[in-house]
């Protein structure tokens, strides 16, 4: 009677966990879990694929090197973010290149993006984490969990230098992140969701529309990419971030400047790539023929 309440209890514990990262708008995918397990995004010590090439010996979990279901930060765009963020200011963004090509406005580096740069931008080690598995090991500043790394990817738990995977913190030569998309608006605001946000309206006409809807309260864009059912948001699509963090200055079709604020769609890391897919280089769809290229751009 007491193992079968015990299972009980732990059964309707994992089913709350669920229900906590659904809500919080984790896509819903049977095979999440797996896919991560079969990435080299899988750093734990279990059994992982054949291409893992980093692996560390401190725990077997898989989830904990970037979620914890109790005392996650906060201030993170992401569920349950289990490792410290760094300060926006520390980067370097692509628009301090000068470019005359870049229409929207670059915001703060934050959103999911700063989550990424957390493990990406080489600051501190992958098993650097706020709640480290079992119990008395959180730490809301971060704390070191014991053991020890193999691979050749990673030195000390870093991402290796030379890595394409290092972006460290000068961004210029990456694509544009926290940046408005199609370089926002040319007149007016972004049309609240559900409204159409077409290419009409842009700035930059060599963008795709977007789809738009309000889950949860909150507005959400996408491109869709026609993998899947159309007209819903998959995670094939290409994700488009809300940000009613900043406030932007665009110009309009006649060149004058205008403020504007509240929810509108930027391009993050996560707008192209889904840490949880089994894809090259975690690309929300192949991009065979330059298609997640050709998704958004008109070219």
């Given at each position: 009677m007491k193992m079968n309440l015990v299972k009980d209890v732990m059964a309707r514990v994992?089913?709350?966990?669920?229900?906590?990262?659904?809500?919080?708008?984790?896509?819903?995918?049977?095979?999440?879990?797996?896919?991560?397990?079969?990435?080299k995004h899988n750093l734990g010590s279990s059994t992982g694929p054949a291409e893992r090439v980093n692996s560390f010996s401190g725990t077997?979990?898989?989830?904990?090197?970037?979620?914890?279901?109790?005392?996650?930060?906060?201030?993170?765009?992401?569920?349950?973010?289990?490792?410290v963020l760094s300060s926006p200011t520390i980067y370097t963004t692509y628009n301090s290149l000068g470019t005359s090509s870049l229409d929207g406005s670059t915001a703060p580096v934050g959103s999911v993006s700063l989550a990424?740069?957390?493990?990406?931008?080489?600051?501190?080690?992958?098993?650097?984490?706020?709640?480290?598995?079992?119990?008395?090991?959180?730490?809301?500043?971060?704390?070191?969990?014991?053991?020890?790394?193999?691979?050749?990817?990673?030195?000390?738990?870093k991402i290796a230098d030379g890595l394409i995977t290092l972006i460290g913190k000068d961004l210029r030569n990456d694509h544009p992140i926290g940046i408005q998309y199609a370089g926002g608006p040319k007149a007016g605001t972004v049309p609240a969701a559900p409204a159409a946000y077409s290419s009409t309206a842009f700035r930059d006409g060599d963008f795709k529309d977007t789809k738009s809807a309000v889950l949860n309260g909150q507005s959400v864009w996408w491109v869709d990419t026609s993998v899947?059912?159309?007209?819903?948001?998959e995670k094939t699509d290409m994700q488009l971030y809300t940000r009613a963090d900043v406030t932007s200055v665009n110009k309009d079709g006649d060149g004058n400047s205008m403020t504007l604020s509240g929810a509108q769609p930027y391009v993050e890391c996560a707008s192209c790539h889904d840490p949880h897919t089994e894809n090259t280089t975690f690309l929300r769809i192949p991009n065979t023929g330059s298609a997640v290229c050709l998704a958004c751009h008109t070219k």
């Open positions: 994992a089913g709350t966990v669920a229900v906590v990262l659904l809500g919080a708008g984790v896509f819903a995918s049977p095979d999440v879990s797996a896919g991560i397990a079969n990435t077997g979990e898989i989830c904990v090197f970037c979620h914890t279901p109790h005392g996650s930060d906060t201030s993170a765009s992401v569920p349950l973010w289990n490792r990424c740069l957390s493990c990406h931008d080489g600051t501190q080690a992958m098993n650097v984490m706020i709640n480290q598995p079992g119990s008395g090991g959180y730490n809301a500043a971060g704390g070191t969990l014991a053991g020890t790394w193999t691979g050749d990817h990673q030195t000390d738990g899947g059912t159309a007209g819903s948001r």
